[in-house]
């Protein structure tokens, strides 16, 4: 699906040259999609920065689920990108995260299972024995009563897999 240039409020955390590092709020969708044709962030980085229209997926290197905040990094140039892209392959560039999840966690871990679309409902991801490998790395920041206060850190980066 080709996006078209919206205009769009940015939270630019940082931009140069070669790249931006974009502030992702909260229920903004990062690319088109079925549901989504338009009102995205490559939307938005299309009227920013047109010449994002040659760079592979509007410079986008990483996205994060619609509804998690957090700074995402997009190249400005296809070099930049060819970069970027090999670096987060290579592990080069973590993606870290801190999130609440439900229950009280005794310590930190790793969670190894692989991942695919759920067998009934295809908008959600599940742990699947034939699925794609998907690794998450957490440690525990605080413990209340009902939560867990968490650092993750993905080896992988699989949809929804946080």
């Known amino acids: ?4 240039p919206e205009p769009m409020a940015l939270d630019v955390a940082y931009e140069d ?13 990062v690319h088109p999609g079925a549901g989504n044709p338009a009102g ?4 938005g980085l299309l009227n920013h920065a047109p010449s994002l229209e040659m760079v592979p997926r509007a410079g986008i ?3 994060i689920d ?9 190249a400005k140039t296809v070099t930049a990108h060819t970069a970027l892209v090999r670096l987060l392959a290579d592990r080069n560039i973590a993606r870290n995260y801190l999130a609440v999840c439900s229950g009280v966690l005794t310590g ?3 969670i190894n299972e692989p991942m695919a679309r759920h067998p009934v409902d295809r908008k959600r991801m599940s742990v699947q024995r034939k699925g794609k490998p998907a690794v998450t790395h957490y440690t525990v920041i605080e413990r209340f009563r009902a939560f ?3 650092s993750v850190k993905l080896e992988t980066g699989r949809t929804h897999q946080i």
């Open 17 to 29: 040259d070669d790249l931006l590092v974009i502030n992702k709020a909260a229920g903004l969708v």
């Open 66 to 74: 619609k509804e998690t905040s957090g700074l995402l990094l997009v």
């Open 148 to 150: 867990t206060y968490i």
């Open 108 to 110: 930190g871990g790793t």
């Open 40 to 43: 995205t962030l490559m939307n």
């Open 61 to 63: 290197i990483h996205r």
């Open 1 to 4: 699906m080709r996006a078209a």
